[in-house]
């Protein structure tokens, strides 16, 4: 949730201080968010299928990239940053 919230305000950020300081605040959410999720799998995953999950989870940070960066190619120059914000809001 923390992460969420302040990945959306920072589509509305005034300036880079203000964007600096949501962009950190949405990093500690996340920085609690992947252990979280690596713990859950722990849990609840079958034993036999647990690795194969975990790897296909921790997968999709650098997926998740790499496809919001080729998104961002023609939409930032149209748009601006902050669309790229408001495009995360889908994904939340």
Known sequence: AIFS???ILCAFAPNAAVFGGLRLLAG???GGLVPSAN????ELVPEKWRS????????????GGSIA???GIPLI?????????VIAVVAL
């Open 69 to 71: 960066a080729l998104i």
């Open 28 to 30: 500690i959410g996340l």
């Open 77 to 85: 120059p149209a748009f601006g940053w902050p669309v790229m914000f």
């Open 5 to 7: 919230a302040f990945t």
């Open 39 to 42: 713990a859950l799998v722990a």
């Open 52 to 63: 194969t999950i975990a790897t296909l989870m921790m997968s999709g940070v650098p997926i």
